[in-house]
Nanobody, 124 residues
Framework: EVQLAEFGGGSVQAGGSLRLSCVASGYAYSDYCMGWYRKGPQNEREEVATINKEGTPTYAESVKGRFTISKDNTKNILYLQMNDLKPEDSAMYSC??????????????????WGQGTQVTVSS
């Protein structure tokens, strides 16, 4: 059974940092495209970042230069380091995986499994 569990959300002031973690199990972790997406207060969804099998990241323009996606294949953990946070970054952040071979690993909203999410709130 595929399971994804996110940790690390919280409340910070603008300009602060958080690191989100996603613990994955139930599949060959290192073989697939993974990513983070977020849903804001109006339930709008945005794919934030993806990372392919080789570790190459892709970022949304809104977070480029501030967020870093990475993974630890030995621990089956996906990370999202978020720096210089802004109030508009406030959202529920979820990790997700595409359980098919996808070397492009782009930001389209097309994932097979996702976690429950962790809330990030940034105050001004």
């Amino acid at each position: 059974e595929v399971q994804l569990a996110e940790f690390g959300g919280g409340s910070v002031q603008a300009g602060g940092s958080l690191r989100l973690s996603c613990v994955a199990s139930g599949y060959a972790y290192s073989d697939y495209c993974m990513g983070w997406y977020r849903k804001g207060p109006q339930n709008e969804r945005e794919e934030v970042a993806t990372i392919n099998k080789e570790g190459t990241p892709t970022y949304a323009e809104s977070v480029k230069g501030r967020f870093t996606i990475s993974k630890d294949n030995t621990k089956n953990i996906l990370y999202l380091q978020m720096n210089d946070l802004k109030p508009e970054d406030s959202a529920m952040y979820s990790c997700a995986v595409r359980l098919w071979m996808d070397p492009v690993c782009d930001l389209r909203p097309d994932f097979r499994y996702w976690g429950q999410g962790t809330q990030v709130t940034v105050s001004s």
